[in-house]
């Protein structure tokens, strides 16, 4: 099955740091979508890429989809500890409608 | 409802009962997703609805495990005879469409088996 897998599984920064976590699958996925979750929380959705080779920012963050639409990146610039939380790749694939998620990213951010 | 809503919120529960968790997705939305998530652990995709499609239940991780969605709009997923690997956050989202839009988590069910 769709399986997609995400490094690091955990991040320690100093705050003002950049932090970048990678998302591959397996197979490839008509669109990729970013969550955080803060600490207690649930996911909460940051944006989705759709097409082959897609960059897009929000401020301090910028998503990549690769070509192949097989893999996907989230960097961020100047961390700061309102960053903090677990960051989740999600993969649809093709024919399928289920969301299938990472294990995440935790970044955490020492002042 | 302005957001998925899922209860209960907490539940505790003896080893080898039943036990029944609720979503009410956002109002209109087609697709409905349970997940599983344990401590400090990534998001385990249990079953998908899709309007009136069969249900995607190949993340359904037992004979135990089962969920129906009335009328395309509310779900609940069943664990039978509770085992303490089941304790954990389990997670209903759901979006408009099954392609290419958000999904909008709930709160989560925190489920404890003693």
């Known amino acids: 099955g769709q399986q997609v897998m995400q490094i690091p599984q955990y991040q320690h920064v100093q705050e003002g740091e950049d932090f970048t976590t990678y998302c591959n699958s397996s197979t490839t996925l008509s669109n990729i979508q970013w969550y955080k979750q803060r600490p207690g929380g649930h996911p909460v959705f940051l944006i989705q890429l759709v097409k082959s080779g897609e960059v897009k920012k929000q401020k301090r963050l910028t998503f990549q989809f690769g070509e192949a639409k097989k893999n996907s990146s989230l960097h961020i610039t100047a961390t700061q500890t309102t960053d903090v939380g677990t960051y989740f790749c999600?993969?649809?694939?093709?024919?399928?409608?289920?969301?299938?998620f990472g294990k995440g990213t935790k970044l955490s951010v020492k002042p | 409802g302005a957001g998925v809503s899922q209860s209960p919120s907490n539940k505790v529960t003896e080893k080898g009962k039943d036990v029944e968790l609720r979503c009410d997705p956002i109002s209109g939305h087609t697709a409905l997703y349970w997940y599983r998530q344990s401590l400090g652990q990534g998001l385990e995709f249990l079953i998908y609805?899709?309007?009136?499609?069969?249900?995607?239940k190949s993340g359904l991780p037992s004979d135990r495990f089962s969920a129906e969605r009335t009328g395309g709009s509310v779900s609940t997923l069943t664990i039978q005879r509770t085992q303490q690997e089941d304790s954990a956050v389990y997670l209903c989202?759901?979006?408009?469409?099954?392609?290419?839009?958000?999904?909008?988590f709930g709160q989560g069910t925190r489920l404890t088996v003693v």
């Open positions: 989202a759901s979006s408009l469409v099954w392609q290419n839009t958000e999904a909008f």
């Open positions: 999600a993969g649809m694939g093709g024919s399928q409608g289920n969301l299938i």
């Open positions: 609805f899709q309007g009136n499609s069969a249900p995607d």
